[in-house]
Structures are given as structure tokens and as C-alpha cells.
């Protein structure tokens, strides 16, 4: 089992910034990835950005430029720094870690944190 505690969230104007963290309870050898997702109201959950195992970084084409995924393995934590930020970034942010384990996946997710980007 993986813990996952976001924070970082709030309220912002647009163009603002925010940096969201998320920290693991541990990282044990079988993570290959973790990652930010987020899903608005009314809408289904998406990909954001993730960073692998092997440090390679992958960000959705609504939010390249703009946000980018770190990570901090001393720490257990990866972060999400999030600049220039329109009021369509709104939504609940979600923390994810892919573990892979004997053939098969597991995801883990933290309980999320609000941004509300306001116009």
C-alpha cells in the first residue's frame, strides 16, 4: 500500500501560479510513475502530467508550457508547479502512483486538492 497526501491547492487569479506537492508514505523499487490528474465538475478525469521511474516527463497538450512535474526522491514527493493558470485549470487534482508488481498494476490515488482559478 502507497499513501498519498496532496496539498498545495486554493484559490487563484488567472495567471497566477500554484504548487501542488504530494507526498508518499514510501516508494518502494516498483514504481514506474507518478503522476497529476484532475477532474472538473461534470467532466471525467484526466491526465495532467506523470514523471516515470526513469525521471522522463509527459504533460497534457492542454497544460505544456505552463505546469511542470518533480520530483524530490529524498522526500517521497512529487510536486506540480503550475503557472499562467486560466480559469479552465479548474477542477479537484489528483495525486497518482503506478506500481507494478508480479505482472500486474495498481494505482494509487490521494484524496485530492481543490484549484479554483477565478477570471
Known amino acids: 500500500q502507497v499513501q498519498l497526501v496532496e496539498s498545495g491547492g486554493g484559490l487563484v487569479q488567472a495567471g497566477g501560479s500554484l504548487r501542488l506537492s504530494c507526498a508518499a508514505s514510501?516508494?518502494?523499487?516498483?514504481?514506474?510513475?507518478m503522476g497529476w490528474y484532475r477532474q472538473a465538475p461534470g467532466k471525467q478525469r484526466e491526465l495532467v502530467a506523470i514523471?516515470?521511474?526513469?525521471?522522463?516527463?509527459n504533460y497534457s497538450d492542454s497544460v505544456k508550457g505552463r505546469f511542470t512535474i518533480s520530483r524530490d526522491k529524498a522526500k517521497n514527493t512529487v510536486y506540480l508547479q503550475m503557472n499562467s493558470l486560466k480559469p479552465e485549470d479548474t477542477a479537484v487534482y489528483y495525486c497518482n502512483t503506478r506500481v507494478v508488481r508480479i505482472g500486474l498494476t495498481y494505482d494509487y490515488w490521494g484524496q485530492g486538492t481543490q484549484v479554483t482559478v477565478s477570471s
Open positions: 514523471i516515470t521511474s526513469d525521471e522522463g516527463t
Open positions: 514510501r516508494t518502494p523499487p516498483s514504481i514506474v510513475a
